[in-house]
C-alpha cells in the first residue's frame, strides 16, 4: 500500500483522486501554482506545497519542482491525472530514477505510443485494424500523392506529434494536396516543435468511439465497454456517452477484444484508452491510444460500478486485475461545463463565480472544484465541471440531463450550459443520428 501520494494535477481531477485515496487510506499532497491558492485540491488534500507561478512552465509542467515536492513530503507515488505531465515519458522516467511509483504508463509505453505513426504500426503488427494509408512518415509530396492515389480520395495528413486537431488537413484531390502539405507541416512544427506528416484514408461520417482499458503489472488486460464520443468542436469533445447508441453487442465485443489485443501487445500496464474511428457500415479503424486517465471516465464507472482511480493506484501497487471484462448495466451521459460563452464561438470566459447551485437528484453526479467565491483563472484549460447523469435508458438519460443543466446555475462567468440544453433538445441527437461533424452545423445563436 502506498502511504502517500502527490497528485501533479490540479482542478477536478486533483480532487477526485483525493476522493479515492481518502477512501483508501492513503494521506495525499496537493501542488499548485499561486492562481490556484484558493481551489478545493488545495484545501481537502492533507499537504498542499505550492511549486511557482500560474504560468504551466513554471509550475505544472515543472518536473524539477514537482520531484522536489514529492521528496520534501516523503509520497512514494505520483498520480499525473490527465493533461501536464500524465503522458510524458521524460517525467515517468524521472520518477522512476528517484524511487517514486508513477501511476501509469512506463517510459516505454507511452513513447511507443505517443507518435501516432508508430502507434499505428504497433497496433497493426497486434492485428488490430488501422486505417488503409502510409506505413510511416511520408518522405516526400510525391510519395504523398502515391500512397492518396493508391487509397483513394478523400485522404487526411495528420501530424505524427499531434493532438487537438493541429497538423491536420484533409485533401480531396492532387491538385489540392501540395497546398495542405505545407499548411499542414507548418502549424505542426510551430505547434510541437516536430513537422513529420502521416496519411489515412479520410473516413466519412465517422464516430469517434473509445474502449476503457486496464491493465496489471503481468501482462494481462481487461476493457470496460466503449464511450461515444463524437460530439466534439474543432477535435475537443464536449459531450460523450455510455453504450454508444451505434454500437450493438457484436460490434462491442470485436472492438473490445481489438484493444485488449492492442493493448497487451505492448504490455500495457494502468488504464488506458483506445480510441477508434467507426464509420457508417460498422467498420472500426484504431486512431490513438491514450495512456493515462480520461477526462469522460465517470461515465464509464457509472455504468460498470467500477472506480477505475482505485483500480490505476492498486495495478500501480502490483495487484492484479480481475481479468473479466465488463459490460454497461445503465446508461450515462457526461456534458463538460467549460467558462466559455458558445454564442462568441466559444470564447474563454473566466473571472469570479459570484452564484452557484450545484444540481442533484437520482442519477445526477457532478465532478467539480468550482464555489461561489472561486476565482477561474485564465491559465488553464476552461473546463470547470462535468455533469454526469445516468439512468436505465439513454432516453431517460437526456430528459435527466436537460432537467440537471436547467437546474446547474453559475453566475459571474458565461459557461457552456445553454448550449448543452439546447443539444438536449435536438431531434438529430435525440435519435442518435449524428458523427464528429454533428456540430458543424449547430445553430449556437442566441445562447
Known sequence: MFRKILIANRGEIALRIIRTCREMGIKTVAIYSTADR????????????????????????????????????????????????????????ICQEYGIKFIGASPEMINAMGDKATAKATMKAAGVPTIPGSEGLLSSVEEGISIAKEVGYPVILKATAGGGGRGMR???????????????????????????????????????????????????????????????RRHQKLVEETPSPIVSQELRDKMGQAAIKGAESIGYEGAGTIEF????????????????????????????????????????????????????????????????????????????????????????????????????????????????????????????????????VIEGVKTTIPFHIRLMDDPNFRAGKFTTKFLDNFNFEGL
Request: glycine share 8%; charged share 25%.
Open 38 to 93: 484558493e481551489s478545493l485540491h488545495v484545501k481537502f488534500a492533507d499537504e498542499a506545497v505550492c511549486i511557482g507561478p500560474p504560468v504551466s512552465k513554471q509550475s505544472y509542467l515543472n518536473i524539477p519542482r514537482i520531484i522536489a515536492a514529492a521528496e520534501i513530503t516523503n509520497a512514494d507515488a505520483i498520480h499525473p491525472g490527465y493533461g501536464f505531465l500524465s503522458e510524458n515519458a521524460e517525467f515517468s522516467s
Open 170 to 232: 484533409i485533401v480531396y484531390d492532387d491538385k489540392g494536396f501540395m497546398k495542405a502539405w505545407e499548411d499542414a507541416k507548418m502549424e505542426a512544427g510551430a505547434a510541437f516543435g516536430n513537422d513529420g506528416l502521416y496519411l489515412e484514408k479520410f473516413v466519412e461520417e465517422p464516430r469517434h468511439v473509445e474502449i476503457q482499458v486496464v491493465g496489471d503489472q503481468r501482462g494481462k488486460v481487461c476493457h470496460l465497454s466503449e464511450r461515444d464520443c463524437s460530439i466534439q
Open 277 to 408: 474511428l467507426v464509420d457508417k457500415y460498422g467498420n472500426f479503424y484504431f486512431m490513438e491510444m491514450n495512456t493515462r486517465i480520461q477526462v469522460e471516465h465517470p461515465i464509464t464507472e457509472e455504468v460498470t460500478d467500477f472506480d477505475l482511480i482505485k483500480e490505476q493506484i492498486k495495478v500501480a501497487m502490483g495487484e492484479n486485475i480481475s481479468g473479466r471484462n465488463y459490460y454497461p448495466q445503465l446508461h450515462s451521459m457526461e456534458c463538460r461545463i467549460n467558462a466559455e460563452d458558445p454564442a462568441r464561438d466559444f470564447r474563454p470566459s473566466p473571472g469570479k463565480i459570484t452564484t452557484l447551485h450545484i444540481p442533484g437528484g437520482r442519477g445526477v453526479r457532478v465532478d467539480s472544484h468550482i464555489y461561489a467565491g472561486y476565482v477561474i483563472p485564465p491559465n488553464y484549460d476552461s473546463m470547470i465541471a462535468k455533469l454526469i447523469v445516468s439512468g436505465q435508458t439513454r432516453e431517460e438519460v437526456i430528459v435527466r440531463m436537460k432537467r440537471a443543466l436547467q437546474e446547474f
